[in-house]
């Protein structure tokens, strides 16, 4: 689940970490109302779960409360990256700056642990920086029982050539948002730019100006604060139903909708079907014990992509029974009638009795994955 900009700085906050004085408006009269109580150039941000925010328009200075109501009005309703803009995130402007840092957070599944990334090259995307200068990203692994101590968020201070006299902000900034990852189980929290200005007297100051947070799905049921947080305005149809029936989905650019039951076996499924010659048009996994509404569910979510021109079942009836999910894909039929060409191979528990079922749907079927898989890409290009 991603969060807005706004609700991931609030998160941060709470751990200690800087950031600007602000609030988020979604209209113009209350984007003048914030920034006249903020009395004072302002930045109007658009709050989209995209990139490229800048470059589209929807991130705009204002010198005052009128200003600020002018560039809302611009912003609000725009779209950007197939998002329309509801909300503008109305922060106090940064004055005086020095520079800009990136520092971030992920899950290294190679490692398996959390990585800490830190370079000098903030303000832009980090994934550029990787590719460009990978030299100019310092990295830090930390050890989830131990978490992240201070000398290595001071080697990261030194490799990006940090002020001495910030260094013990920057250590209390990266320990902010290491608790912040961990403590709401996300996969991703970052900071760019995090922002070093010069304040009045000479001394400069760290502030995160912008953020950003990924929670990791399976661990909502322990947030439910964080759950309340989900903009399924931003969220495609397709996997705000999934998530209703408790369907893992992603979807994908092919044309081969897939429907299986485990994570393993569909992305052996995808797999497959590339190796024969298609692209898979999703990742979908019904589960254990799925039943028949369920699988109906599943096959209207695939339908729906109007990209797709076949579809693989690849079943393997353990927990799942095969005769219930035919029964599913017979009532997502009349639910939802298509001449999209179909395979189905369905083996283990009443698996004779699950192809009798969609026998009557003159649907094709294979005994074995690679057959089906070809006669699934073979269909599929013959459209």
Same mark, same amino acid.
């Given at each position: 689940m991603k969060l807005h900009e706004y609700q991931s700085k609030r998160i941060f906050a709470r751990y200690g970490v800087p950031i600007p004085r602000g609030d988020v408006a979604s209209t113009p009269d209350d984007a003048y109302k914030i920034a006249a109580r903020l009395k004072g150039r302002v930045v109007v941000k658009a709050q989209v779960l995209v990139g490229g925010r800048g470059k589209a328009g929807g991130i705009?200075?204002?010198?005052?409360?009128?200003?600020?109501?002018?560039?809302?009005?611009?912003?609000? +309703?725009m779209d950007i990256g197939g998002l329309k803009v509801r909300k503008v995130l109305i922060d106090e402007a940064a004055m005086d700056i020095i520079r800009e840092i990136y520092l971030g957070i992920v899950i290294d599944r190679a490692a398996c642990c959390p990585v800490m990334m830190?370079?000098?090259?903030?303000?832009?995307?980090?994934?550029?920086?990787?590719?460009?200068?990978?030299? !100019?990203?310092?990295?830090?692994? %930390? &050890?989830?029982?131990?978490?992240? !101590?201070?000398?290595?968020?001071?080697?990261?201070?030194?490799? %990006? +050539?940090?002020?001495?006299?910030? @260094?013990?902000?920057?250590?209390?900034?990266?320990? $902010?948002?290491?608790?912040?990852?961990? #403590?709401?189980?996300?996969?991703?929290?970052?900071?760019? =730019?995090l922002l070093v200005t010069d304040q009045s007297g000479g001394l400069p100051s760290l502030s995160a100006v912008d953020g950003k947070m990924i929670i990791d799905d399976n661990a909502l049921f322990r947030h439910s604060d964080l759950t309340d947080m989900r903009d399924v305005d931003e969220e495609a149809l397709a996997e705000t139903e999934a998530r209703y029936y408790g369907l893992s989905y992603v979807k994908l650019d092919g044309e081969i909708g897939c429907m299986v039951n485990g994570a393993g076996l569909a992305m052996a499924?995808?797999? %497959?079907?590339?190796?024969?010659?298609?692209? =898979?048009?999703?990742?979908?996994?019904?589960? $254990? $014990? /799925?039943?028949? *509404?369920?699988?109906?569910?599943?096959?209207? %979510?695939?339908?729906? *992509? =109007?990209?797709?021109?076949?579809?693989?079942?690849? @079943?393997? #009836? #353990? @927990?799942?029974?095969?005769?219930?999910?035919?029964? #599913?894909?017979?009532?997502a039929l009349e639910q939802v009638p298509? &001449?999209? =060409?179909?395979? /189905?191979?369905?083996?283990?528990?009443?698996?004779?009795?699950?192809? !009798? @079922?969609?026998?009557?749907?003159k649907m094709a079927t294979g005994s074995t994955l690679v057959e089906a898989a070809q006669k699934a890409v073979e269909l599929a290009q013959a459209r």
């Amino acid at each position: 689940m991603k969060l807005h900009e706004y609700q991931s700085k609030r998160i941060f906050a709470r751990y200690g970490v800087p950031i600007p004085r602000g609030d988020v408006a979604s209209t113009p009269d209350d984007a003048y109302k914030i920034a006249a109580r903020l009395k004072g150039r302002v930045v109007v941000k658009a709050q989209v779960l995209v990139g490229g925010r800048g470059k589209a328009g929807g991130i705009k200075l204002a010198k005052d409360a009128p200003e600020a109501e002018a560039k809302a009005s611009q912003i609000l +309703g725009m779209d950007i990256g197939g998002l329309k803009v509801r909300k503008v995130l109305i922060d106090e402007a940064a004055m005086d700056i020095i520079r800009e840092i990136y520092l971030g957070i992920v899950i290294d599944r190679a490692a398996c642990c959390p990585v800490m990334m830190a370079s000098a090259e903030g303000g832009v995307e980090i994934e550029e920086v990787a590719k460009v200068m990978p030299e !100019r990203i310092f990295k830090v692994s %930390i &050890d989830p029982f131990l978490g992240l !101590r201070g000398y290595q968020a001071r080697e990261l201070a030194f490799g %990006i +050539g940090l002020e001495k006299s910030l @260094i013990s902000s920057f250590i209390s900034i990266a320990t $902010g948002l290491y608790n912040a990852f961990v #403590g709401c189980d996300a996969s991703l929290a970052e900071i760019n =730019p995090l922002l070093v200005t010069d304040q009045s007297g000479g001394l400069p100051s760290l502030s995160a100006v912008d953020g950003k947070m990924i929670i990791d799905d399976n661990a909502l049921f322990r947030h439910s604060d964080l759950t309340d947080m989900r903009d399924v305005d931003e969220e495609a149809l397709a996997e705000t139903e999934a998530r209703y029936y408790g369907l893992s989905y992603v979807k994908l650019d092919g044309e081969i909708g897939c429907m299986v039951n485990g994570a393993g076996l569909a992305m052996a499924t995808m797999d %497959i079907i590339k190796l024969y010659g298609g692209m =898979p048009a999703n990742f979908l996994d019904i589960g $254990g $014990g /799925a039943q028949a *509404d369920r699988v109906a569910a599943a096959l209207r %979510i695939i339908l729906a *992509d =109007p990209k797709v021109k076949a579809v693989l079942f690849n @079943i393997f #009836g #353990g @927990i799942t029974r095969c005769d219930e999910v035919a029964k #599913g894909v017979l009532d997502a039929l009349e639910q939802v009638p298509t &001449d999209v =060409p179909m395979v /189905a191979r369905l083996v283990g528990t009443n698996e004779e009795e699950g192809r !009798r @079922i969609l026998a009557g749907a003159k649907m094709a079927t294979g005994s074995t994955l690679v057959e089906a898989a070809q006669k699934a890409v073979e269909l599929a290009q013959a459209r």
